[in-house]
């Protein structure tokens, strides 16, 4: 490709995994400038988007020594105000080719500075106005994401415009259509060749956002096609146990031992379960609910249906804790019942781990309650009909998996999670999945109240945790890890451990739970809160994913500012168990940017867990949310979002689905192109649907 020399060549392949001409002609710029829109720096403020500028540098300055400081400062002027700029790269290359009283064309964003408030931006984009335009006629203007090290090679955005230009003027023919045609025409959508080149260089903005749906529909599309597609055939390929009975067990454990009756979220998620296990193909179900939804006693009553046909059943969880807490509340639930449980984690002893072995291979245990110890593989199932997984993210692909083998047809699989996903990141991350949602929590449940504290706010704080203690009730006080060293990493919470022992010892008894400290001391300090001989825990964030003390009833979080929303939701659902009214302390410092402020507000705001999941993606993109890297089918989307195109993917996926009905293995004349594309697409893809 012109102007893509081998240093390039390699720099577009390390850094942006870019080989092939349509991988570069679907490298999209991330944003696009409207160079119509010429901005005055006595406008700008610290909370704008991306804005251009027009005027002159007026004084360079070179600063600081070492990685870190080393930097390049320049005051740009356009007339109106000042900004100042920062360079902490490329500085050689900018101190050459930068000057001063020439005109420049100013790209970034302004953001005010710490220290004196100022506006700077840092490492903006620029070009010298007298060049400025690829097309002079062109408005908007496509920005490339590039990372440093290209930039230190100079290759930015600029570079990629104008190679990519170079490429479309020398491709007059036009490029084959990637959709079939009925698809084009029936939804008047911007055929390929235009898009890709409007895509790159829009004329209008009309044309740019006729190219952009276009385009969006496609990558969703397509991925969608190629979900439901591994669905239908794993439906179709993989038998599964058939539960035809509702038996004594259920019906037993349902009209004589249920303690409460069942919300209807619960219900509906039961018949649904139900029917997967009756359908002959075999069940992976993902069931999402909030903390305290209640999904155990789905879990059981899952269970409870494999061993009315005869099956065994198991339940593996992330932790000793937390299989504990199954265990027991599992036992109290089934008392009076011929059921027989067990309960086997890395502590078991040997004596008991053999009798186990035994009791499951002969098939007297009906059920059993685990860690990843279940995976070993001296654990021998004599019919394990149904598999359980409690905090699905904890475990990987392949571990699950071993499950699979512990029987001649692999068992029903039913994955749990207590965090929540929005529904688009849902259909696409589990898009090969079932997924059921329990949206309801058990009545009477006093929502927690949620309120922010500064750091100089703190003697009201302790007076008020101390009443709480006073009533009988436990607390938490949670500290974020400090990652910078090794030795400062626990100071926080060490600190915060003495403090509250000189706050409220010795009426009251405090302990300390982090991840330095060994595993034994760190059981014993859980084991005490878990008992109520303890009454603070102060701890980092291992406080394991769902323990379960429904008397505490305070979750202070410190520096509640470094936490991710998700986090803090999830920190949250660790009170609000029992029947007390429960408060979450969020605690920051004063200095907070924009998006802190917004996290914090919407935990004060709300405590439905999805909606606080359909935010966190639209502050921070489905990228970070949790559960994406670790599903196994994590997507790089070039164009879509799924936090904003929402709507495009709900119409893609019924297209999808709709032609999968009807021709599930695409083999239609007009379908030709569709699993063409599908094997360029995603034939390298290792296929995880096999298991869940
Ligand atoms: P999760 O695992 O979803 O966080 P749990 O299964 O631990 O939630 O349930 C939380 C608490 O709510 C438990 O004490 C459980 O007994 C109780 N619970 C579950 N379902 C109901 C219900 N339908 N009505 C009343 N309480 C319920
Ligand atoms: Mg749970």
Same mark, same amino acid.
């Given at each position: 490709?012109?102007?893509?020399?081998?240093?390039?060549?390699?720099?577009?392949?390390?850094?942006?995994?870019?080989?092939?001409?349509?991988?570069?002609?679907?490298?999209?710029?991330?944003?696009?400038?409207?160079?119509?829109?010429? *901005?005055?720096?006595?406008?700008?403020?610290?909370?704008?988007?991306?804005?251009?500028?027009?005027?002159?540098?007026?004084?360079?300055?070179? @600063?600081?020594?070492?990685?870190?400081?080393?930097?390049?400062?320049?005051?740009?002027?356009?007339?109106?105000?000042?900004?100042?700029?920062?360079?902490?790269?490329?500085?050689?290359?900018?101190?050459?080719?930068?000057?001063?009283?020439?005109? *420049?064309?100013?790209?970034?964003?302004?953001?005010?500075?710490?220290?004196?408030?100022?506006?700077?931006?840092?490492?903006?984009?620029?070009?010298?106005?007298?060049?400025?335009?690829? !097309?002079?006629?062109? %408005?908007?203007?496509?920005?490339?994401?590039?990372?440093?090290?290209?930039?230190?090679?100079?290759?930015?955005?600029?570079?990629?415009?104008?190679?990519?230009?170079?490429?479309?003027?020398?491709?007059?023919?036009?490029?084959?259509?990637?959709?079939?045609?009925?698809?084009?025409?029936?939804?008047?959508?911007?055929?390929?060749?235009?898009?890709?080149?409007?895509?790159?260089?829009?004329?209008?903005?009309?044309?740019?956002?006729?190219?952009?749906?276009?385009?969006?529909?496609?990558?969703?599309?397509?991925?969608?096609?190629?979900?439901?597609?591994?669905?239908?055939?794993?439906?179709?390929?993989?038998?599964?146990?058939?539960? %035809?009975?509702?038996?004594?067990?259920?019906?037993?454990? *349902?009209?004589?031992?249920?303690?409460?009756?069942?919300?209807?979220?619960?219900?509906?998620? @039961?018949?649904?379960?139900?029917?997967?296990?009756?359908?002959?193909?075999?069940?992976?179900?993902?069931?999402?609910?909030?903390?305290?939804?209640?999904?155990?006693?789905?879990? @059981?009553?899952?269970?409870?249906?494999?061993?009315?046909?005869?099956?065994?059943?198991?339940?593996?969880?992330?932790?000793?804790?937390?299989?504990?807490?199954?265990?027991?509340?599992?036992?109290?639930?089934? %008392?009076?019942?011929?059921?027989?449980?067990? @309960?086997?984690?890395?502590?078991?002893?040997?004596?008991?781990?053999?009798?186990?072995?035994?009791?499951?291979?002969?098939?007297?245990?009906?059920?059993?309650?685990?860690?990843?110890?279940?995976?070993?593989?001296?654990?021998?199932?004599?019919?394990?009909?149904?598999?359980?997984?409690?905090?699905?993210?904890?475990?990987?692909?392949?571990?699950?998996?071993?499950?699979?083998?512990?029987?001649?047809?692999?068992?029903?699989?039913?994955?749990?999670?207590?965090?929540?996903?929005?529904?688009?990141?849902?259909?696409?991350?589990?898009?090969?999945?079932?997924?059921?949602?329990?949206?309801?929590?058990?009545?009477?449940?006093?929502?927690?109240?949620?309120?922010?504290?500064?750091?100089?706010?703190?003697?009201?704080?302790?007076?008020?945790?101390?009443?709480?203690?006073?009533?009988?009730?436990?607390?938490?006080?949670?500290?974020?890890?400090?990652?910078?060293?090794?030795?400062?990493?626990?100071?926080?919470?060490?600190?915060?451990?003495?403090?509250?022992?000189?706050?409220?010892?010795?009426?009251?008894?405090?302990?300390?739970?982090?991840?330095?400290?060994?595993?034994?001391?760190?059981?014993?300090?859980?084991?005490?809160?878990?008992?109520?001989?303890?009454?603070?825990?102060?701890?980092?964030?291992?406080?394991?994913?769902?323990?379960?003390?429904?008397?505490?009833?305070?979750?202070?979080?410190?520096?509640?500012?470094?936490?991710?929303?998700?986090?803090?939701?999830?920190?949250?659902?660790?009170?609000?168990?029992?029947?007390?009214?429960?408060?979450?302390?969020?605690?920051?410092?004063?200095?907070?940017?924009?998006?802190?402020?917004?996290?914090?507000?919407?935990?004060?705001?709300?405590? !439905?867990?999805?909606?606080?999941?359909?935010?966190?993606?639209?502050?921070?993109?489905?990228?970070?949310?949790?559960?994406?890297?670790?599903?196994?089918?994590?997507?790089?989307?070039?164009?879509? %979002?799924?936090?904003?195109?929402?709507?495009?993917?709900?119409?893609?996926?019924?297209?999808?689905?709709?032609?999968?009905?009807?021709?599930?293995?695409?083999?239609?004349?007009?379908?030709?192109?569709?699993?063409?594309?599908?094997?360029?697409?995603?034939?390298?893809?290792? !296929?995880?649907?096999?298991?869940?």
């Amino acid at each position: 490709m012109p102007g893509v020399g081998p240093k390039r060549a390699e720099l577009f392949a390390s850094e942006l995994k870019i080989t092939t001409d349509e991988e570069l002609l679907s490298y999209f710029p991330y944003r696009y400038v409207d160079k119509s829109k010429i *901005y005055k720096i006595k406008d700008l403020h610290g909370e704008m988007p991306y804005v251009l500028l027009k005027g002159q540098f007026s004084v360079f300055e070179e @600063l600081g020594v070492g990685t870190r400081s080393h930097r390049y400062k320049g005051l740009f002027s356009d007339g109106t105000g000042v900004i100042e700029c920062v360079w902490f790269n490329g500085l050689r290359y900018i101190k050459d080719s930068v000057h001063r009283k020439e005109d *420049y064309l100013l790209f970034g964003q302004p953001k005010e500075s710490e220290f004196n408030h100022a506006l700077q931006m840092v490492h903006p984009e620029l070009e010298s106005a007298s060049k400025a335009g690829v !097309d002079a006629q062109q %408005s908007l203007m496509g920005m490339y994401n590039t990372t440093e090290k290209m930039k230190r090679y100079m290759l930015n955005s600029k570079s990629i415009q104008r190679i990519i230009l170079g490429f479309l003027r020398s491709h007059l023919d036009p490029f084959p259509e990637t959709l079939p045609a009925y698809i084009v025409e029936h939804y008047q959508l911007m055929p390929y060749n235009q898009a890709i080149r409007q895509i790159h260089f829009p004329a209008t903005p009309e044309n740019l956002q006729r190219a952009q749906a276009r385009l969006k529909f496609e990558e969703l599309f397509y991925l969608q096609l190629y979900l439901i597609r591994s669905f239908k055939m794993r439906q179709q390929g993989n038998r599964g146990f058939v539960f %035809s009975r509702i038996g004594e067990y259920f019906n037993d454990f *349902y009209y004589h031992h249920l303690p409460f009756e069942l919300t209807g979220a619960q219900k509906r998620v @039961l018949k649904e379960i139900r029917a997967d296990m009756c359908s002959g193909s075999q069940m992976n179900r993902l069931l999402q609910g909030d903390v305290g939804s209640g999904k155990t006693m789905v879990a @059981l009553m899952t269970m409870l249906m494999a061993l009315d046909n005869g099956f065994q059943a198991c339940i593996m969880a992330p932790t000793e804790i937390l299989a504990t807490q199954h265990y027991e509340s599992i036992v109290k639930l089934l %008392s009076g019942m011929e059921v027989r449980v067990a @309960l086997l984690t890395g502590s078991t002893r040997k004596k008991q781990r053999d009798e186990i072995h035994a009791q499951l291979e002969e098939g007297s245990l009906h059920i059993l309650i685990g860690t990843h110890a279940l995976l070993e593989p001296n654990v021998k199932f004599r019919n394990l009909g149904v598999v359980v997984i409690d905090e699905q993210h904890r475990f990987g692909v392949e571990q699950r998996s071993k499950l699979w083998f512990k029987n001649v047809q692999p068992p029903h699989v039913l994955i749990m999670t207590a965090t929540p996903i929005p529904r688009t990141l849902a259909m696409t991350v589990y898009g090969d999945l079932d997924v059921s949602v329990i949206d309801e929590l058990p009545p009477g449940r006093k929502p927690v109240v949620t309120i922010h504290r500064w750091d100089q706010q703190r003697e009201g704080l302790i007076r008020a945790m101390r009443q709480q203690l006073e009533e009988g009730r436990q607390i938490y006080v949670v500290y974020p890890l400090i990652e910078e060293n090794e030795k400062m990493k626990y100071h926080d919470v060490e600190q915060g451990f003495l403090n509250m022992q000189a706050a409220f010892g010795p009426d009251y008894s405090v302990v300390m739970v982090h991840g330095k400290m060994k595993p034994k001391d760190k059981e014993l300090a859980m084991q005490r809160f878990v008992s109520g001989q303890a009454h603070v825990m102060v701890a980092t964030t291992v406080i394991e994913v769902g323990v379960n003390v429904p008397n505490a009833s305070v979750m202070v979080i410190e520096s509640a500012e470094r936490f991710g929303l998700s986090q803090l939701h999830q920190l949250r659902g660790r009170v609000g168990r029992g029947a007390d009214q429960s408060y979450c302390v969020l605690v920051t410092g004063y200095n907070l940017s924009s998006d802190t402020r917004k996290r914090i507000q919407i935990m004060c705001d709300t405590t !439905d867990g999805f909606q606080i999941a359909e935010a966190d993606m639209q502050l921070r993109g489905p990228g970070d949310i949790e559960g994406t890297q670790q599903s196994g089918l994590a997507f790089d989307l070039r164009i879509a %979002s799924l936090a904003k195109d929402g709507h495009i993917l709900q119409f893609a996926r019924d297209l999808a689905k709709e032609i999968i009905d009807k021709d599930p293995l695409l083999e239609a004349p007009a379908n030709n192109l569709l699993r063409r594309r599908l094997s360029i697409l995603f034939g390298k893809r290792v !296929d995880w649907s096999q298991i869940s």
